[in-house]
């Protein structure tokens, strides 16, 4: 046996020699024309194709290649169990842990009965580049290897599965994100982006939200038909994209909504500020750098900038301005206040609806008000705002589930007077929350229903007493109305009888102008 390992290693030893010996002797590009034959030849009766995917292409400096970041989440997830060395990564806030192949490991895959061996590794150059964007100085790269005689179905079909889930792990295991614009003229310069964003943690969800559980139902069907509508959109030749329209007074849970939308579809959130947009071109730019599975809001849409009043006729405008001399000042000062943004109601239509809207897919679109009235009906037109849902004061039903959710409570003694005074005054969802969260621990779910009922009782006597106040203003105003409705008939007639005495005069004077006496 030794005298074996001797000869072995002696053998390994003259190959080493000549090895050194060659690569000394002939030039660097002959020994390339040598490996080039070499691998050529051995290609014949290598039994096996070997696929190799870098973490970086050659065209992009910066930006990982999405290939290796999708199969790097496929082995991540089907190889953890049967790597031996492993390397971890905390994600979503050390919520958990996501382990992947170690450098240098190998792990075998299967699929349609054929096995697959996929090697992590990386490169090491000779010399360590001084300054490094994106560290040279090592280059990862995955290399699959599989038998000749399964190229077509490997290259075909199961790199495409392995891509298709790669993306599916990284919808599931993403950490959302609540984005918000940057003013335009902070997009220039080292690391400036168009959007800045925190990790969306918004506990809302259609369980906990606050409305008629039909209305709900109904919103909650329209939601997951849309996402699950990708070959019908396509099919009747529609961006895949939805517009909602929440108005209703303050307080009625339309940001709630919003929050609930995003955690039942798990979309991030675009919260667009128009009044930080220089102009229609720049609204389109954020647009374009806006993801796919995501929900585009803009709050209070009517008070942003001047775009949604009712488009009216110039000349009516030129009059109405010649009227009302104060109006005109008022407008003058609301458009120095907007100087700053020129985005135009066209171009907010085109954001939404136009050609540039198609750039991505599975988008929602939500626009919120408190006065619906006030915005254009181009607007909030079936083809841009899809589905109108109104958020409206609380009922019975509507207390129900705040009853749920704050008190544990599903019944009571104390429901059926509530359920009267709900439906005698109008109060928001907000301020019956408020008035059913605990504030001490002395207080219990009886005490919280009757500080609701002292609540509600409250606002219906300030409704009627307002009531009554707004009868007496009205009446007030209508007899000073007619107070000066007749003092106007009054300053007509004395104007028109002091017309007549004028003409009398003129004539008695033309008369002794002209030296004739009449009787």
Same mark, same amino acid.
Request: aromatic share 10%; charged share 35%; with cysteine.
């Given at each position: 046996?030794?005298?074996?390992?001797?000869?072995?290693?002696?053998?390994?030893?003259?190959?080493?020699?000549?090895?050194?010996?060659?690569?000394?002797?002939?030039?660097?590009?002959?020994?390339?024309?040598?490996?080039?034959?070499?691998?050529?030849?051995?290609?014949?009766?290598?039994?096996?194709?070997?696929?190799?995917?870098?973490?970086?292409?050659?065209?992009?400096?910066?930006?990982?290649?999405?290939?290796?970041?999708?199969?790097?989440?496929?082995?991540?997830?089907?190889?953890?169990?049967?790597?031996?060395?492993?390397?971890?990564?905390?994600?979503?806030?050390?919520?958990?842990?996501?382990?992947?192949?170690?450098?240098?490991?190998?792990?075998?895959?299967?699929?349609?009965?054929?096995?697959?061996?996929?090697?992590?590794?990386?490169?090491?150059?000779?010399?360590?580049?001084?300054?490094?964007?994106?560290?040279?100085?090592?280059?990862?790269?995955?290399?699959?290897?599989?038998?000749?005689?399964?190229?077509?179905?490997?290259?075909?079909?199961?790199?495409?599965?392995?891509?298709?889930?790669?993306?599916?792990?990284?919808?599931?295991?993403?950490?959302?994100?609540?984005?918000?614009?940057?003013?335009?003229?902070?997009?220039?310069?080292?690391?400036?982006?168009?959007?800045?964003?925190?990790?969306?943690?918004?506990?809302?969800?259609?369980?906990?939200?606050?409305?008629?559980?039909?209305?709900?139902?109904?919103?909650?069907?329209?939601?997951?038909?849309?996402?699950?509508?990708?070959?019908?959109?396509?099919?009747?030749?529609?961006?895949?994209?939805?517009?909602?329209?929440?108005?209703?007074?303050?307080?009625?849970?339309?940001?709630?909504?919003?929050?609930?939308?995003?955690?039942?579809?798990?979309?991030?959130?675009?919260?667009?500020?128009?009044?930080?947009?220089?102009?229609?071109?720049?609204?389109?730019?954020?647009?374009?750098?806006?993801?796919?599975?995501?929900?585009?809001?803009?709050?209070?849409?009517?008070?942003?900038?001047?775009?949604?009043?009712?488009?009216?006729?110039?000349?009516?405008?030129?009059?109405?301005?010649?009227?009302?001399?104060?109006?005109?000042?008022?407008?003058?000062?609301?458009?120095?206040?907007?100087?700053?943004? @020129?985005?135009?109601? &066209?171009? #907010?239509?085109?954001? *939404?609806?136009? $050609?540039?809207? %198609?750039?991505?897919?599975? !988008? /929602?679109?939500?626009?919120?008000?408190?006065?619906?009235?006030?915005?254009?009906?181009?607007?909030?037109?079936?083809?841009?705002?899809?589905?109108?849902?109104?958020?409206?004061?609380?009922?019975?039903?509507?207390?129900?589930?705040?009853?749920?959710?704050?008190?544990?409570?599903?019944?009571?003694?104390?429901?059926?007077?509530?359920?009267?005074?709900?439906?005698?005054?109008?109060?928001?969802?907000?301020?019956?929350?408020?008035?059913?969260?605990?504030?001490?621990?002395? @207080?219990?779910?009886? &005490?919280? #229903?009757?500080?609701? *009922?002292?609540? $509600?009782?409250? %606002?219906?006597?300030?409704? !009627? /007493?307002?009531?009554?106040?707004?009868?007496?203003?009205?009446?007030?105003?209508?007899?000073?109305?007619?107070?000066?409705?007749?003092?106007?008939?009054?300053?007509?007639?004395?104007?028109?009888?002091?017309?007549?005495?004028?003409?009398?005069?003129?004539?008695?004077?033309?008369?002794?102008?002209?030296?004739?006496?009449?009787?």
């Amino acid at each position: 046996m030794m005298g074996e390992m001797t000869h072995l290693g002696s053998l390994m030893a003259a190959v080493m020699f000549v090895w050194a010996i060659f690569r000394q002797l002939f030039p660097e590009e002959f020994q390339r024309d040598v490996r080039k034959y070499v691998n050529k030849v051995v290609s014949y009766v290598y039994p096996y194709v070997e696929i190799t995917f870098h973490e970086y292409q050659p065209d992009s400096w910066f930006e990982r290649s999405k290939a290796f970041v999708s199969i790097e989440r496929y082995l991540s997830t089907n190889s953890s169990n049967r790597a031996k060395r492993l390397k971890a990564n905390v994600v979503k806030d050390c919520e958990s842990v996501v382990l992947s192949m170690d450098d240098y490991e190998e792990v075998t895959d299967e699929f349609q009965g054929i096995k697959i061996w996929w090697t992590s590794s990386k490169s090491i150059p000779k010399q360590q580049a001084l300054f490094s964007y994106r560290g040279e100085e090592e280059k990862r790269y995955y290399r699959l290897t599989c038998k000749r005689e399964h190229r077509d179905i490997i290259t075909k079909v199961y790199l495409q599965y392995v891509l298709d889930e790669g993306k599916a792990i990284a919808v599931k295991t993403r950490q959302r994100k609540l984005y918000t614009n940057n003013k335009s003229e902070n997009w220039s310069g080292y690391r400036r982006t168009m959007w800045s964003h925190i990790i969306f943690e918004h506990p809302s969800t259609f369980d906990t939200l606050a409305m008629d559980p039909k209305k709900k139902k109904e919103i909650l069907d329209d939601l997951m038909m849309f996402s699950k509508s990708k070959d019908y959109y396509k099919k009747v030749g529609k961006s895949w994209k939805r517009g909602y329209l929440l108005y209703g007074p303050p307080g009625t849970g339309k940001s709630s909504m919003i929050a609930a939308m995003a955690n039942l579809l798990e979309y991030d959130i675009y919260d667009l500020e128009l009044t930080s947009v220089k102009d229609n071109t720049d609204l389109r730019k954020l647009l374009i750098d806006t993801s796919s599975k995501s929900i585009i809001v803009i709050e209070d849409i009517d008070c942003s900038l001047d775009l949604t009043g009712q488009r009216k006729e110039k000349k009516e405008e030129t009059k109405e301005e010649e009227k009302d001399p104060v109006r005109k000042k008022a407008e003058e000062e609301k458009g120095k206040k907007n100087k700053g943004s @020129e985005v135009t109601l &066209s171009g #907010l239509l085109n954001f *939404i609806d136009g $050609l540039w809207s %198609a750039c991505g897919s599975e !988008r /929602l679109i939500v626009f919120t008000t408190n006065f619906v009235e006030k915005l254009d009906p181009a607007l909030i037109r079936r083809g841009r705002m899809d589905k109108h849902i109104e958020l409206s004061y609380c009922c019975f039903e509507t207390f129900k589930v705040l009853a749920k959710n704050y008190l544990d409570l599903e019944s009571h003694e104390l429901f059926s007077t509530i359920s009267r005074l709900l439906e005698e005054t109008k109060m928001t969802p907000a301020d019956v929350a408020e008035n059913l969260m605990p504030k001490s621990f002395e @207080e219990n779910a009886e &005490s919280c #229903l009757n500080k609701l *009922i002292q609540s $509600l009782e409250n %606002a219906k006597e300030e409704a !009627r /007493l307002k009531a009554v106040e707004d009868a007496r203003i009205q009446a007030e105003e209508e007899a000073a109305k007619k107070i000066e409705q007749n003092d106007e008939k009054v300053q007509e007639s004395d104007a028109k009888l002091g017309d007549g005495e004028g003409k009398k005069a003129e004539q008695h004077t033309d008369v002794k102008e002209n030296g004739v006496i009449t009787a």
